[in-house]
């Protein structure tokens, strides 16, 4: 009771700013009081406003308040002090609601601070004192406060539970020896801790050499990253260098046909003009000579006319043929011919080492194995064809793509479907491990996931595809869509009427088979196979859908370029129709 009336002072005499016992108490106007400290670095914040408030009640005050020190208040905190208001227990103390609450104290619990394995219960900081100071608790084990304590109490005979049965691996109580537990393998608790506290030892120095091994290959990756880098921009560097010394050689030719042609039109020009030239000379003559006869010629005179008649000079015969005969040339038209003779062959030289230009490029393939994890699916195919092994360090290759030609080298790239139930139309049952789907009448209990579809009975495989890989599906009733996609297809588009996903429509009822990328309808020759080989080049840009019977019949081929990382889809054409990835291995 003592306590509590101490503890209820304490609060009276307790700064509301700083939660602690005044200092020097001060009472401003409407009658609240605080340390004068804390009231005037209140104020000393609010001094822009030119208004002063209390803390509590929001009162103002203008001017502010003078502070003096309340001597009544003073006396009393310097009383309690004295009758050891320091003892009781600060707030922060009691135990809140996620706090370990001490099992003896009564009335206002306390934070425990430690919790008693012997004695199963827990204790905070003043009633804990007695496992320090008795002798009789010198073999209790002290832990951090645990609210799990119970559970080391045998449900079935209330006694604590220091006994491991190794044949049922659970912790039981001396009890339990004598009743269900009487002829199986027992140690003691502590004794199968500490051998568990072995293996779990070793299996950190396991995790933490795997990591110092995974660190390492991530530098490597780092370096093979550099490299990539490196490589690409002395690539481009040279590949510049190199079309612009093209650029220039043609512009070189181009210079010179264009300074020959000049040359050429130079030279013939002044010719023809040279010609000209004599030609109109002889013509201003021969005028001359004509405006002299025609005087003659209208003399009356006849002696005259006959006397001056002998003196006329004869006319020469022309320098040049009476006719100047053009040959029918084109002039430079073959010129133009040529240039254009040697363009068409510079593009045919183009398209002929164009496409080894980019399958170099696209053959440049850094192929990484990645080491097991938890999540072993997320293993690339390849890797895991490579028979790849828990500290197996990372390798680095370059990598030819060859499409393959018989079904056993297909079957080099054999990728194992499994389908994502996230994904799934709520009318597709999936069994055989999520490798079939069935279109039914009736919805399926999925839960509700922003991955699934809603529109359309599709399905996409948990497995992302950015390697050369092949799978295969089969299929019973009346049709079926096989399909690639990226993942953030829209869930309510087909497959095939976007540019994110490329279909094969296989249909019993046309007989036909058909392509759909971007809304685009392509018909496809060969026939309705109930089994759809599908091959992937990601890297490559190659897609192919096979009719896969006694012998592989290459349906459609896809050249593109893909952008993201793709995954495998089907949608059963109607219900009770099936669709299954095959298991090749």
Request: hydrophobic share 30%.
């Amino acid at each position: 009771m003592e306590q509590r009336v101490v503890q209820l002072n304490r609060d009276k005499v307790s700064c509301s700013i700083c939660l602690d016992l005044l200092k020097d108490p001060v009472t401003i106007p409407c009658g609240h009081s605080y340390c004068m400290n804390c009231i005037k670095d209140h104020w000393d914040g609010e001094d822009e406003r030119r208004i002063h408030s209390c803390p509590q009640c929001r009162k103002e005050f203008i001017p502010k308040p003078v502070l003096g020190k309340n001597i009544i208040l003073a006396s009393l905190v310097e009383d309690l002090e004295k009758t050891g208001l320091q003892a009781a227990p600060a707030d922060h103390c009691y135990a809140g609601p996620e706090d370990v609450v001490c099992d003896v104290c009564t009335g206002r619990k306390m934070k425990a601070v430690k919790s008693c394995l012997v004695c199963l219960i827990s204790y905070c900081e003043n009633h804990l004192q007695p496992h320090y100071e008795s002798p009789a608790f010198k073999k209790h084990k002290l832990v951090n406060p645990s609210k799990n304590l119970h559970q080391n109490i045998c449900f079935h005979h209330d006694e604590v539970m220091k006994i491991f049965c190794r044949t049922d691996q659970q912790c039981i109580c001396y009890l339990c020896l004598m009743d269900g537990h009487k002829d199986h393998e027992t140690v003691p608790a502590a004794a199968e801790r500490a051998e568990k506290q072995k293996k779990l030892q070793e299996s950190r120095q396991q995790i933490h050499q795997r990591i110092q091994d995974q660190e390492k290959d991530v530098k490597l990756l780092q370096q093979e990253v550099e490299a990539i880098n490196v490589s690409a921009d002395e690539a481009v560097e040279d590949s510049e260098k190199i079309f612009t010394e093209l650029i220039h050689l043609l512009q070189e030719r181009s210079s010179d046909v264009k300074q020959q042609i000049r040359s050429q039109q130079e030279t013939e020009v002044s010719r023809v003009k040279d010609v000209q030239e004599k030609l109109e000379q002889e013509i201003t003559e021969l005028k001359r000579k004509d405006a002299e006869l025609e005087q003659l010629s209208h003399t009356e005179d006849h002696n005259q006319f006959l006397l001056n008649y002998p003196s006329l000079p004869a006319l020469s015969e022309s320098t040049h043929s009476s006719s100047i005969n053009i040959r029918p040339l084109r002039h430079f038209e073959d010129v133009t011919a040529a240039v254009s003779e040697l363009r068409e062959k510079l593009q045919d030289v183009l398209k002929e080492t164009w496409r080894n230009i980019e399958l170099a490029i696209s053959e440049v393939d850094v192929l990484l194995s990645e080491p097991k994890s938890t999540a072993e699916h997320f293993l690339p195919p390849i890797a895991r064809k490579s028979g790849y092994t828990l500290g197996m360090p990372f390798f680095l290759n370059l990598h030819l793509t060859n499409e393959p030609k018989t079904r056993a080298e297909f079957l080099k790239y054999f990728q194992k479907i499994t389908l994502d139930s996230n994904t799934a139309h709520k009318k597709l049952l999936l069994s055989e491990g999520n490798r079939k789907a069935t279109l039914q009448n009736q919805q399926q209990s999925y839960p509700d996931h922003p991955d699934r579809f809603t529109n359309r009975f599709q399905v996409l495989s948990r497995e992302s595809l950015t390697e050369r890989c092949y799978w295969e599906v089969e299929w019973r009733g009346g049709g079926v869509v096989v399909a690639v996609s990226y993942k953030d297809i829209s869930r309510a588009e087909a497959f095939g009427s976007n540019d994110k996903s490329w279909s094969l429509y296989c249909t019993t009822e046309k007989k036909r088979n058909q392509l759909y990328h971007n809304k685009v309808q392509t018909p496809v020759s060969g026939p309705v196979s109930s089994r759809i080989g599908v091959y992937l080049d990601h890297r490559a840009g190659i897609l192919c859908f096979y009719s896969v019977c006694e012998t592989m019949t290459l349906l459609h081929r896809v050249q593109t370029r893909f952008t993201q990382p793709l995954h495998a889809g089907v949608e059963p054409y109607s219900h009770g129709d099936t669709t299954e990835f095959i298991d090749l291995k």
